[in-house]
């Protein structure tokens, strides 16, 4: 069964950083286009960064010099590497990816890590 996994989410004070794990497993021939969404309390899901397999990468404005979205090809991995930290940043974090697999090109979601900056 193809799915995503995230992990490295938690509770860390404003200032602080965190490193989110996005690893796809199953039978998955390639990934194209991965990236982490977040949804904070109440609102609607967001794109906060975005990697595509030339490594050509895209952020919301809001985290620009913060953040950074990684991937490890022969991990089948993502990363988001998240410093200085804000309350704002609270929401849970969500990858997506499009994976070829055995019937296709399809997206897919992971189910999420929660992500709280407070103090």
Request: charged letters at 20%.
């Amino acid at each position: 069964q193809v799915q995503l996994v995230e992990s490295g989410g938690g509770l860390v004070q404003p200032g602080e950083s965190l490193r989110l794990s996005c690893a796809g497993s199953g039978s998955i021939f390639s990934i194209y286009i991965m990236g982490w969404y977040r949804q904070p309390p109440g609102k609607q899901r967001e794109l906060v960064a975005s990697i595509t397999t030339d490594g050509i990468t895209n952020y919301k404005d809001s985290v620009k010099g913060r953040f950074t979205i990684s991937r490890d090809n022969a991990k089948k991995t993502v990363y988001l590497q998240m410093n200085s930290l804000k309350p704002e940043d609270t929401a849970v974090y969500h990858c997506n990816a499009a994976l070829f697999v055995l019937d296709g090109v399809k997206g897919y979601w992971g189910r999420g890590t929660q992500v709280t900056v407070s103090s």
